[in-house]
């Protein structure tokens, strides 16, 4: 039987890399308290794909990410990063397998005590130790570059915009060359110029680098340009998923009501 | 009811916080340059706050000594009274309380800060174990400097404390140490600056919990230096009575 999620795949993906899973969620749940939170979600992201998270504010999207990367533990569920469950994992462990994966927080999380250079040296300092000082401000370098910010190098993350520490970001998170790319609200709080920049970023760097990615989004324009697959939330679960075209053309009032936007 | 189960939970979680630190610790790989940053922050940064309280409990110790030693007609007693008052007692206590006001609230305020910026989850995010980063480095170095710092106010209160007597009566430099210290052991003076070292631990571990469980944006970050500060000192000025009975115990 044919699926929504495989007739997507078809349109959207490279052949080879249909087959190679990157992000497998697996009916999880997820409360706070009394408020449930993520209500059996279940998604797939497979290599060189992209999926963007749809959803109004408090549904569980950046939960969602949050759990993938296990900075929040999931209440029952599973969640497998290239196969392996990472449920119950020790921190070290863990460690191993963050290793494979590129955080872009929602307002950047850069570190304010160190330049911009610093911040995306800080991830190669502390994991590619065989890197000699200049090996690494080269590759600082070069990842600046890639993002137009390159004589931005020694300024602080205070005396940037918006929209450059979201670059910095990006390029910090990129650092460790991932495997898997999670961006939480990539647009949020940039102008309509620096967000189809950005999202012009990030389509390159998913066709240079063929990462496994999962965008959480409130920016439907954003979401339909960089993602392939789109799947929308609502009270934490999925309500549907599949190309944009699925979305338009689904009966279901909520998503007729979110694509009004 | 509620005070109960948050006094209960505020303590498990400090075991909980205190066993992830310890593992971080243990196990490779070391954080040396962020050590050496945080020894050069709690130890040097805090040098001249100690030298200055240090001097001024001299002062005030030598005056009060003299007068009250005068009244009962036992001033030879002078140079032994403001040596063990301030090696067995101010010395430590002092510096404990100001390295709790300007370092616990410091470390409270920064790690606070980075916990409601996302900063901490960034840097578990890029697969470093903030637990060995940003707590145990920290700790580690008031363990380590609080001694040292201890040594300093110690220093800077006998030379203070031997000057406002002095100035007021001839007394040699050399009279004073040889009076002083005449009879002592170092188990008068070795173990109360070492105890300084579980000051350190107390200011250091409190700072960091308070720090790196905070929530609520600037709110949460004054509330996270002030608690950095309060428990802190409360916990040292608690711990100092079991010390002391220990030291008397096992020491004298």
């Not at chain 1, 969602?64 to 990063?81: A, E």
């Not at chain 2, 509330?223 to 000025?237: C, D, E, H, K, W």
């Amino acid at each position: 039987m044919t699926t929504v999620y495989d007739n997507a795949m078809k349109q959207t993906e490279p052949e080879q890399n249909r087959l190679v899973p990157g992000v497998t969620v697996e009916n999880v749940f997820k409360s706070f308290g009394s408020f449930t939170v993520l209500n059996g979600i279940s998604l797939r992201v497979n290599r060189g794909e992209t999926l963007a998270v749809l959803g109004r504010s408090g549904t569980g999207k950046s939960v969602l990410l949050r759990l993938i990367i296990g900075l929040v533990k999931p209440d029952s569920g599973s969640i497998r990063i290239q196969n392996q469950d990472i449920s119950g994992l020790p921190l070290d462990r863990m460690g191993e397998i963050r290793k494979k994966m590129g955080f872009l927080f929602q307002h950047a999380a850069l570190y304010d005590s160190l330049t911009v250079g610093g911040n995306v040296a800080f991830p190669l300092e502390h994991h590619r130790r065989d890197l000699s000082k200049a090996e690494r401000d080269d590759r600082v370098r070069q990842l600046l570059s890639e993002v137009g910010m390159e004589r931005d190098i020694e300024k602080m993350p205070s005396n940037i915009s918006g929209g450059m520490q979201k670059r910095v970001g990006l390029v910090r998170a990129l650092a460790l060359e991932p495997e898997i790319l999670l961006l939480d609200e990539p647009t949020a709080g940039l102008d309509p110029i620096s967000s189809a920049e950005f999202n012009d970023l990030i389509l390159k760097l998913q066709r240079e680098r063929q990462m496994a990615s999962i965008v959480v989004t409130h920016d439907l324009h954003s979401a339909k340009t960089i993602a392939g697959r789109l799947a929308l939330l609502n009270q934490g679960r999925v309500v549907i998923e599949g190309a944009f075209s699925d979305l338009q053309q689904s009966d279901i009032e909520f998503v007729k009501e979110f694509l009004k936007q | 009811m509620r005070l109960v189960s948050d006094f209960f939970e505020w303590f498990g979680s400090l075991g909980i916080f205190t066993w992830q630190v310890l593992k971080a610790a243990v196990t490779p790989p070391y954080e040396w340059s962020e050590l050496i940053r945080q020894l050069d922050e709690v130890g040097s940064k805090s040098l001249p706050l100690v030298v200055m309280a240090g001097s001024a409990i001299g002062v005030i110790i030598s005056l009060e000594a003299r007068y009250s030693l005068s009244r009962f007609g036992a001033k030879s007693m002078f140079s032994s009274t403001l040596v063990y008052s301030v090696i067995q007692v101010m010395g430590p206590v002092i510096t404990g309380l100001v390295v709790s006001g300007r370092v616990g609230a410091g470390m409270g305020a920064e790690l606070a800060s980075m916990k409601v910026t996302e900063q901490i989850d960034a840097i578990e995010a890029s697969a470093i174990n903030p637990y060995r980063l940003l707590a145990a480095t920290r700790i580690l170095a008031c363990i380590l400097m609080l001694p040292l710092l201890t040594l300093a106010t110690d220093a800077c209160a006998l030379m203070t404390g031997w000057v406002a007597q002095a100035l007021v009566e001839p007394l040699s430099f050399h009279q004073f140490i040889s009076s002083g210290f005449s009879g002592a052991t170092f188990n008068a003076f070795l173990p109360p600056t070492f105890k300084t070292a579980v000051y350190g631990l107390i200011i250091g571990l409190i700072a960091c919990f308070q720090g790196m469980r905070t929530t609520g944006g600037a709110a949460g970050v004054g509330r996270a230096a002030t608690n950095s500060v309060v428990l802190g000192s409360l916990f040292l000025i608690l711990a100092d009575v079991v010390l002391v009975k220990f030291i008397l115990v096992f020491f004298h």
